[in-house]
Each structure stands twice: as structure tokens, then as C-alpha cells.
């Protein structure tokens, strides 16, 4: 296998922030005293690393508009001044609404959005490129380590859409996912799968790192079942089976 997952050493300017038990956000530095985040659900974590590392914050990326991914933007946006990036909207808290394959440069990050409806209808990716290439994907609650959000405000067909849309980016694209849904993902494949050694391997990897745990978009595409899915209908099958898991 050529693909290798490991923890991405070039993304150290990322910082994984867990939040409200199985949240994610992100804080990505992109200049020595600047920072925008993803995802900010709550706002003491978030502001504390801020204030830790020195960090004025200018935006913030929203995937879509759950309460879990949204909960710290009005007060951090008061604190910072920071202008909000969205999909859903102008209005509820976004300043700027982005639309499919938008890009938003910030400093030397290029951050290009990318629609990915299926668990809310108006749900974007973002995906951040910098200027050595390196590249990371916030999928919000769109494609999770080894697993993908439920399909709540659209048909299945549609969520297996914006999935293929996610792994036609670079492999080594590391994953930034909204939730820590991984173990339950792994254990959820090999129910299906039986046995499967990249699947085993990385429910392993997930038990040892925990929520240090990191993937790339080419480990997604060996390991998550519902990449390995054929078509929509094989995706919308395990979708339908996970849902009662
Ligand atoms: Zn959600």
C-alpha cells in the first residue's frame, strides 16, 4: 500500500481544538500573530488558546448552521471583530456567504469552499492550501474519519455526491473532520466488512492516538467505508444500516 497515514507534521500551524465532548474546531495560524478558525462551537476553549498563543482572530469558517459548529461565533465575533464566512446565509451570523469553488485568500492561504449538501443543504467544505501546497480539508459534519454525517436535509444520492466531490482533493490532504466519531466508525465497518487489515490498522491507530488521531483524504479513500461504497445505492444501503448502529 503506498498510501501512509501518519500525523502530518507540515499542518503544525493547525490546531485541533476538541470542544463539547465529540466536537471539533480548528485554529489555523497563518501568520505569526493571526489566526481564523473553523467551526468554533463554544467559545472558552477557543479564546483561550487565542490568548495562549497570542493570536488575534480575523475569521471564521462555518460548515453549517448545527448549533454544535456555531455556539462561540457571536461572542468571539464581538471580542475580535472577525469577519464570518458561510454557506447558509447572510443574516444568523455570517458576514460573507460563499458559494461552490469560491476562494477566500487570507495571508498566503488560499482557502477554496467547496458545496457539499447531504447533512444540511447548504453544508461547505473548506479546503486550505498553502503556498508549499500543503493542504487541509474542514468537512464539518460531512466526511468524518472512517465514517460521514447523517443525511438529514437531503437524499442520500446527494450526500454520495458532495463525498466524491471531497476525494478528488490531493491525497495527502490531511482531514479535518467536525465530530470524533472514529472508533464507532471503525467498529461500524467491521460489521460490514468482517475483516479488513486498513480498517483493523486504523481503528488501532485511533485507540492509541485518540483525539490526536489524524487522516489524510488518501487514507479516507482506503479506509472509510463509505468512500468504499460502488455507487449511491451501496452508499445509501450503509448510510440507512449505520443510522441504527
Ligand atoms: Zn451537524
Redesign the pocket.
Known amino acids: 500500500m503506498t498510501v501512509e497515514n501518519k500525523n502530518i507534521e507540515k499542518n503544525k500551524y493547525i490546531t485541533v481544538i476538541p470542544v463539547l465532548g465529540d466536537n471539533y474546531t480548528y485554529l489555523y495560524r497563518y501568520d505569526e500573530d493571526k489566526a481564523f478558525v473553523v467551526d468554533p462551537g463554544e467559545l472558552d476553549c477557543v479564546n483561550d488558546e487565542l490568548i495562549e498563543k497570542a493570536l488575534e482572530l480575523t475569521h471564521i469558517f462555518i460548515t453549517?448552521h448545527?448549533f454544535?459548529?456555531i455556539g462561540g461565533v457571536e461572542e468571539l465575533k464581538r471580542e475580535y471583530d472577525c469577519e464570518v464566512i458561510g454557506g447558509y446565509g447572510k443574516g444568523a451570523g455570517v458576514d460573507r456567504l460563499v458559494k461552490d469553488k469560491e476562494v477566500v485568500e487570507i495571508g498566503d492561504i488560499k482557502v477554496h469552499a467547496i458545496a457539499t449538501p447531504g447533512?444540511?443543504k447548504t453544508s461547505m467544505c473548506y479546503y486550505a492550501v498553502d503556498k508549499d501546497k500543503n493542504g487541509a480539508v474542514f468537512t464539518?459534519?460531512t466526511l468524518f474519519h472512517g465514517g460521514c454525517?447523517k443525511v438529514?436535509e437531503c437524499y442520500p444520492e446527494t450526500m454520495w455526491e458532495s463525498l466524491q466531490k471531497l476525494i478528488l482533493l490531493p491525497e495527502d490532504t490531511m482531514v479535518c473532520p467536525?465530530h470524533d466519531y472514529t472508533e464507532e466508525d471503525y467498529e461500524f465497518a467491521l460489521t460490514i466488512l468482517e475483516s479488513d487489515r486498513i480498517v483493523e490498522e486504523s481503528l488501532e491507530m485511533y485507540r492509541t492516538q485518540g483525539k490526536l488521531y489524524r487522516s489524510t483524504i488518501g487514507w479516507e479513500k482506503i479506509s472509510n467505508i463509505f468512500l468504499k461504497a460502488k455507487d449511491a445505492e451501496e452508499f445509501a444501503e450503509l448510510r440507512k444500516k449505520k443510522d441504527v448502529f
Do not use: A, C, K, L
Open positions: 453549517h448545527h454544535d459548529h447533512h444540511t464539518g459534519d454525517g438529514f467536525g
